[in-house]
């Protein structure tokens, strides 16, 4: 029986942005870990205030968790980003090449939000004032308060989210806090964002740069899009990066593109120290790759809009609270929406916390630690401990045979679509092979949901029972007997007294498939 309970012995430790110590003592203890999310920058949080950030300006506006369909916009929006192209007017004049027109914009000098020039101050010690007029850098403002203002709008509540929590890491590693900005351009600090180069999640890794950093990526987890881990580790790469190159700008280029790649342009150049200004030089003499030679100009251009947005007319940021949870131990495969229900909130606030299980279930056969709403930590401890192993799990697994569509095998379980597609997100619907495994979620929330599914063609010639009934054989399923008998698989189950959602048929089993 596995309890959210571990033995720990080291002592209290005072966290400022808890609510108090979090005591640690020999014997059992609840393992209450407040998410390092919870903190705010300049304040101490705790109760009530642990929900709202500190600092939130006046007009901005407290909204829900982003709904799931912003994936799309956030690649869209991503998208065009990384397309963009600044082109000098030697080269052609300042448009955006086959994307979008940049809009022209006020100039801003770099403020704080509270007035005055930013300084190359403990947190702030990237120099950027050097580089901010540049037109290169002006390019991408305009783009940010221009075109791209919409989704821009909806990154800065984001940060509200997570500057916390990366701030908190990057001091632990003696990283500027404005580097942070990095994960604005790489993804709008969404944990879901999938590139194509199949970079995942805030941090935007690979899979070979996210293993060497520790991050488990399979079939089951997928770290990259754990804020947490994934930002521990991006704050490593950096300083591996800064060490390497000397310059924080260097080292986001090569964050970008490949400390390889860097390293072959500053081969290149004539001699001398590197700085800041040698990633311009490569930049200009185009040792880089496109998308690198612009990095650092949105780099700078996004700190610019952010550090001083409502100057640039974004005076409606929305306000995303700081994750805080409290964690628990699983000791068998278990579904999130399970835990979800354990601790009386939905399966979407589970999947919010706990991104990494991106099959929306826990890996079999592991004991690992799961995120819940802080507060409900003891609560789901005690009932989940007291649910047996077989209500722990709602998934069943699947075999694709010839010539299954993913469409026919979710009508088959009588689920949606989108359902299967979510619980496989690594399944191509055109190039599934036969044998392949997939994941078919039948929680009670997928059973209850009554999603339209396509009526079934019927066949042109279709057997013919002579008893009115079919005798279950292996591989049979009930959108295959429907198919056979050229009925449709809602009268099946009528006429058999078979449940919405219950799938299973036994070898042998008799089925009435006539009227």
Request: proline share 6%; charged share 25%.
């Amino acid at each position: 029986m596995a309890l959210a309970y571990v033995n720990r012995s080291t002592p209290c430790v005072s966290r400022k942005w808890g609510t108090g110590p979090v005591c640690r003592r020999p014997g059992v203890a609840l393992l209450l870990v407040i998410g390092v999310g919870a903190c705010a920058v300049g304040g101490q949080m705790g109760g009530e205030a642990a929900m709202q950030p500190a600092g939130v300006a006046a007009g901005q506006i407290p909204t829900p968790p982003i709904a799931a369909d912003d994936s799309a916009a956030d690649e869209a929006a991503l998208f065009a980003l990384h397309e963009l192209e600044f082109k000098s007017l030697a080269k052609g004049g300042d448009h955006v090449r086959g994307v979008v027109t940049a809009v022209s914009a006020g100039r801003s000098s770099l403020t704080r939000p509270g007035g005055g020039t930013a300084s190359a101050d403990a947190g702030h010690d990237i120099d950027f004032e050097s580089f901010a007029t540049r037109r290169r850098v002006q390019y991408y403002v305009d783009y940010f308060v221009g075109p791209s203002r919409d989704r821009f709008n909806i990154w800065l509540g984001r940060q509200t989210r997570y500057e916390g929590m990366i701030h908190e890491v990057f001091q632990r590693y003696g990283l500027p806090e404005d580097l942070s900005y990095l994960a604005l351009i790489e993804s709008g600090y969404s944990n879901t964002a999938v590139s194509r180069a199949r970079a995942v999640g805030m941090w935007q890794f690979i899979r070979s740069t996210g293993r060497t950093y520790g991050l488990r990526i399979d079939s089951w987890v997928d770290e990259r899009r754990d804020p947490f881990k994934a930002t521990d580790a991006a704050a490593r790469h950096l300083v591996d990066l800064k060490q390497q190159f000397g310059s924080w700008y260097l080292a986001a280029a090569a964050y970008n593109g490949g400390a390889t790649r860097v390293a072959r342009g500053i081969e290149r150049l004539p001699t001398g120290e590197l700085s800041d200004e040698t990633f311009f030089d490569l930049a200009d003499r185009r040792y880089l790759r496109r998308e690198t030679r612009d990095y650092v100009p949105k780099l700078i251009a996004a700190r610019i809009v952010a550090m001083d947005h409502a100057a640039h007319g974004f005076t409606s940021v929305p306000v995303l609270s700081p994750l805080v949870f409290d964690e628990f131990t699983v000791s068998s495969q278990t579904g999130l929406d399970v835990i979800a229900s354990l601790a009386d909130t939905n399966a979407m606030a589970l999947r919010e916390l706990n991104p990494q299980f991106h099959r929306g279930v826990t890996p079999p056969d592991e004991v690992v630690t799961v995120r819940v709403p802080r507060g409900t930590g003891k609560l789901v401890a005690q009932r989940y401990a007291e649910l047996p192993p077989s209500e722990r799990v709602n998934f069943l697994e699947h075999v694709v045979r010839r010539g299954e569509t993913l469409g026919e095998i979710s009508a088959s379980y009588g689920i949606s679509l989108r359902y299967v597609r979510e619980a496989n997100p690594n399944v191509r619907p055109r190039r599934m092979r036969i044998g392949q495994r997939l994941m078919i979620p039948l929680s009670q929330a997928a059973r209850t949901r009554r999603a339209p599914r396509p009526r079934p063609t019927r066949a042109r010639a279709v057997a013919v029972a002579p008893n009115g009934y079919h005798t279950v054989r292996p591989g049979d399923t009930l959108w295959g007997v429907s198919q056979r008998y050229g009925v449709l698989l809602r009268e099946l189950r009528r006429w058999n007294e078979i449940a919405e959602g219950d799938t299973l048929l036994n070898v042998g089993q008799r089925l009435r498939v006539t009227p």
